[in-house]
């Protein structure tokens, strides 16, 4: 090898197991997932973390379409009154508005978006008329702005983040429920088979319902540090908006009725949830059904063999163009380098190439998340390959469910939930299901908060309250 | 039939020939492409325009895989600062810029992008560092906000609007300048060949040259009432952000160099472009490449033979189903009104079935473009569509192209140029290339603007100062 050739890759310095919110910095900066921006509480998606994005918006809007859902887009700025006519969303959401200064076209104040149910549900007013007209389903890909006070941590909490958001109108209370657990499920779907990471599906307590809904349906899934992630949500919002913004039709009795209605979203959040699920102390691991390039292949390169073997990858990388795979042939970084780097970024698998394995009609394929090398007959490469990253994706999934299963737990007192809570677990109480109680609860187990509840048949004593109810809370830290 | 079907339909009031303005405010209206937002300039984009947008994004998106430009995204909001370190890029965007008022964050005003270069290249300069960070090629899709105050018009000129905005960097002056030209010609294919618009392509005068930028390469469209569009731009910004930004790196002499740069982008206008330019009095006429739904099927359904046409007609769909075909089975609307509600909304082809086609193994198609009947067998029927979605595609091209041929014109005297003006044309002149004279010309014509120059062969007088120049400027009256 000559001379020059960059020999080492600064890795992450700290192990996953020791301190995973330092390891979490590192590894997004040094993957080139996202940098810090100018404007604090603001990040900068790079391309890396963005084609995890695509790969979603990919898979999902192939799941709209089947819902029948159409993508469209609604101004980015909406007027302060908006925000103002429903009680509950205005209460909710009037924390974290941002404003727009120089507007000229009215006295009002301009929120920059942090969620489009009222712009939206302007326009639906309008739209809706008859029961012809309905359902009536939209989805939005946008950015929205949330003025937040905590402290930021890209993908995970940031002041601005991408998302999508779906609002579909009908004319029955029965069609708005379906369609709240129909994307419940797709959202539970895109985390478990996509992303590879499993997840609680329920419904929020009272004081975590979305602000303005009638019922909320979360998927929560648990990051290895032992905090609970919420990965999506799906709001039943009655005729709250509808009556509100004035969303009525004229049914098929002639008579008229104020619609009903859904919102639901999930965001950028979901790279973070993937960076934190199944990253490992040499950087990111990628599930293959999120990998824009599933291989990179390394050949490995001596100055006499050069051209032999450059172009036997070149003739491999079109074989396998199906997986897009990436031909790492620089000749000024050594392969130890190259082989650090693309571990780093979380390719699933990697090709080496050398002049030996040429002779001998043979490729080493190593896995990702194993670090495991095999010797593969060149023949079987497109069919071993094809094996291999459903048998990554398989074992990601399984490997986080047996997570969270062993993190699942029950406490019967505030002593027991603390001290579960401090094991990094989700613990399931007896609770009443009010946001005070609720409120105490947090405040007592320093900030735990109730991810999602369900109705059990046994009744229960509330470890708060004492009083016999048969609602369960799974609570949690959270980020 | 049924009584109580909707039989007729609400179509145009006015012609595209005798009002081309409101003819397309109520397209834009009444085939729901956009509406009218609360806040005064911005629109909503609805679904059947959206449609239109997320086909040249896939397009697009595989033009930029080739071109290796990787997809990212910016923070929405920049520090004011920002903008004034490059001074011509400061003066020309100061009047377009929105303010956020709650900054907590510093004492700066933070504005609403309303184009990316400075927070980009503010990252780029910490990105790049060696000649092997080089090229760097990213782009966003995003929305970007530009508080015009000029007139609004839905998806022409609109405060907020959606692009894509691609950013490059490179070691060399020579790859900038391909870049900028490789990039405009990508844009020119896209107009051309998917949108069937033909352009002028060329290079934007001192004038009109983007703040900022060395040399500004334009793709320029002729709308059927006579005025201009410019639907892209590809610039070459030399090392002025480079400079100014501090992006510096080490090249191969060990020596830090600044590096040139490219930005390039275009809108959602182009929706308004593809509405303006094929529309005519039934409503939008879409270029079969960029509809979502190529086909729309309507089956003619009578008590009697509803099932068995019903069932034929989802047995076509089917077959069909490459074109992504709707199938209008509704049955509390007449054959007529879908027919009027499909072409309104530019469907590029209907296909009719009656119980008497069943007999007969045959299928009426239906042309949007020219409104023609033809009865297919049903064999044939696949095949035919191809052909003739090919032959649409081609049809409208031609008859754009054949109508930009005949709008431009030359002139040799202000009087000769606002008469050729008056007559919507394209009109080259022979103008010193400096944005006084420039202006003179603009105010002398009412406002008429140069495209884009080039450089003559032979030299001609300035029609303003009377100078000898090789400089030919094409004007126009734009939106």
Redesign the interface.
């Known amino acids: 090898m000559t001379q020059n050739k960059k020999q080492t890759q600064e890795g992450l310095t700290v192990k996953k197991s020791k301190d995973m919110s330092e390891w979490y910095t590192q590894l997004v900066q040094k993957a080139e997932l996202a940098?810090y921006?100018?404007?604090?509480?603001?990040?900068?998606?790079?391309?890396n973390a963005?084609?995890i994005?695509?790969k979603i918006q990919d898979y999902f809007n192939k799941i709209l379409d089947k819902m029948e859902v159409?993508?469209?887009?609604?101004?980015?700025?909406?007027?302060e009154s908006?925000f103002k006519k429903e009680a509950q969303h205005a209460k909710g959401f009037a924390p974290e508005?941002?404003?727009?200064?120089?507007?000229?076209?009215?006295d009002e104040?301009?929120a920059?978006r942090p969620t489009s149910e009222t712009?939206m549900y302007?326009?639906y007013s309008?739209?809706v008329r008859s029961h012809?007209d309905l359902p009536l389903k939209?989805n939005q890909w946008?950015?929205v702005?949330r003025?937040e006070v905590k402290q930021t941590k890209p993908f995970m909490r940031t002041r601005?983040f991408?998302w999508q958001e779906g609002h579909n109108v009908f004319a029955t209370e029965e069609d708005a429920e379906g369609d709240m657990m129909n994307v419940i499920q797709e959202y539970k779907k895109l985390l478990e088979a996509q992303l590879a990471i499993p997840v609680l599906l329920g419904r929020k307590s009272r004081a975590e319902t979305f602000a303005g809904a009638k019922t909320t349906m979360t998927i929560e899934a648990l990051m290895p540090d032992g905090k609970a992630l919420q990965c999506g949500t799906s709001h039943n919002l009655g005729q709250n908006f509808a009556k509100t913004f004035d969303i009525t039709f004229k049914g098929e009795d002639e008579k008229k009725h104020a619609a009903w209605q859904t919102s639901w979203g999930f965001s950028t959040r979901l790279i973070g949830a993937v960076i934190m699920a199944h990253g490992d102390d040499q950087g990111l691991v990628l599930p293959p059904r999120v990998a824009k390039n599933q291989i990179v292949i390394v050949p490995i390169l001596f100055d006499k063999t050069q051209d032999k073997v450059l172009k036997k990858s070149k003739q491999i990388m079109k074989t396998l163009g199906k997986f897009n795979p990436i031909l790492d042939d620089r000749i000024?970084y050594s392969p130890g380098w190259k082989f650090h780097e693309w571990e780093l970024k979380g390719i699933p698998i990697r090709i080496e190439l050398g002049p030996r394995d040429l002779d001998k009609k043979q490729i080493t394929l190593v896995r990702r998340d194993t670090g495991k090398k095999e010797i593969i007959k060149e023949k079987e490469l497109a069919k071993k390959i094809s094996e291999t990253l459903e048998d990554i994706q398989k074992s990601l999934f399984e490997k986080s469910k047996k997570f969270l299963d062993s993190r699942i737990d029950s406490a019967e007192s505030m002593r027991e939930l603390k001290s579960k809570l401090s094991e990094g677990k989700i613990v399931k109480v007896y609770m009443v299901d009010s946001p005070d109680v609720e409120d105490k609860i947090k405040e007592k187990t320093g900030g735990a908060t109730s991810r999602m509840v369900e109705v059990s048949k046994k009744e229960g004593r509330c470890i708060e309250t004492g009083e016999k109810t048969n609602t369960i809370a799974y609570f949690a830290k959270s980020y």
Chains 1, 2 share one sequence.
């Open positions: 940098d921006a100018p404007v604090k509480g603001f990040m900068i998606i790079r391309p963005y084609a994005w695509e159409r993508n469209a887009y609604f101004p980015l700025l909406i007027p908006f508005l941002a404003y727009v200064k120089n507007s000229d076209t009215s104040a301009l920059i712009i302007d326009s309008k739209w012809r939209i946008c950015n702005l003025w601005e991408l000024s």
